[in-house]
């Protein structure tokens, strides 16, 4: 279905298949929003832009439904990540969702947290429930700097969660990961090499610390340079061939920073997830990546956030 070509061979090698097309069986990876709340104002977030929502959780009926569908593909899907835009240790219900994935074969999920709930209490009970990866943002390393790019939390609250927590994990010799990540901007690039130096002795193999550049939540913030735009358009992106962000009442939008779905790939609540990865919407959007058309959409035009991601997070 799609052309052979250098960039879509390479695309597929990171996906993990031999020929693009394979990727229609079923999505890898799924970031699922369970919580639309947050307890911080963060200065380069979209949250003062968000659509509020009929309710900010997602109802465990519906959960249990979503967790019900990728148990049947428990040996394709590689991550689920059960957070998007909110907060995710605001969900009373965060351990019990976890465990309900586990349970169902799913051999990876992991989460993003701003860590300033993410007490003992809390780590053991997600430790319990067989949590394979944690994300903790700490965007700075002092208390000036991080409280004035995560407004609403405190310094020394999230870095005493982040301790505990991986001591916590080493004492009870969970196997979870953990990944500390600073979003380097203009107000903390200052401080890059000594939250280096701070984070990194406290991690075992498997674990990172990494910092990595903000983005444009698909330049709804702020425009690329044209040469960017132009630079990217050949290229493919990752992520309608691989991934599905779910909100919490089920609408699916393009990718994982459509926040307010400005581009509906399908509804939840009434398809299936296998119906909506393969309905008219998603194919359409592989068709133009997969064509070195992605600058036709103007969400996709010179965004490459998914690259930025993969090439931080994965780093030595």
Not at 10 to 35: H, M, N, W
Not at 197 to 210: E, I, N
């Amino acid at each position: 279905m799609y052309p052979r070509s250098e960039q879509n061979d390479q695309l597929a090698g990171r996906i993990g298949l031999t020929d693009l097309s394979q990727c229609e069986l079923f999505p890898k990876y799924f970031e699922i929003e369970t919580v639309n709340l947050c307890n911080a104002r963060c200065i380069m977030c979209t949250i003062d832009k968000w659509e509020k929502k009929a309710s900010p959780f997602m109802s465990m009926e519906l959960f249990h439904k979503f967790a019900e569908e990728v148990g049947q593909y428990r040996d394709w899907i590689e991550t689920i990540c059960l957070n998007r835009d909110g907060e995710p240790t605001l969900d009373k219900d965060l351990p019990l969702r976890v465990k309900m994935l586990k349970d169902g074969g799913i051999k990876r999920v992991t989460m993003s947290t701003n860590g300033q709930r993410l007490d003992a209490d809390l780590a053991e009970r997600l430790l319990a429930a067989g949590l394979n990866d944690i994300m903790i943002s700490i965007d700075g390393c002092t208390k000036e700097t991080f409280e004035g790019i995560r407004r609403g939390l405190q310094f020394e609250t999230v870095v005493e969660n982040a301790q505990n927590f991986i001591r916590l994990r080493d004492k009870g010799n969970h196997l979870c990961t953990v990944r500390i990540r600073m979003v380097v901007m203009e107000e903390n690039q200052h401080e890059v090499e000594p939250w280096l130096a701070f984070w990194s002795p406290l991690l075992r193999a498997g674990d990172k610390a990494y910092a990595m550049p903000a983005h444009t939540w698909g330049n709804q913030l702020s425009p690329e340079e044209e040469a960017e735009i132009s630079r990217f358009s050949a290229h493919p992106c990752i992520s309608p061939f691989s991934s599905m962000a779910m909100h919490v009442d089920g609408t699916v939008g393009i990718c994982a920073v459509d926040y307010n779905v400005k581009f509906p790939m399908g509804d939840f609540r009434r398809q299936s997830i296998k119906e909506i990865w393969n309905g008219e919407a998603f194919r359409n959007v592989r068709s133009f990546h997969a064509t070195q058309r992605r600058n036709e959409i103007d969400f996709c035009r010179g965004c490459h956030i998914w690259d930025r991601q993969y090439h931080y997070a994965d780093k030595e």
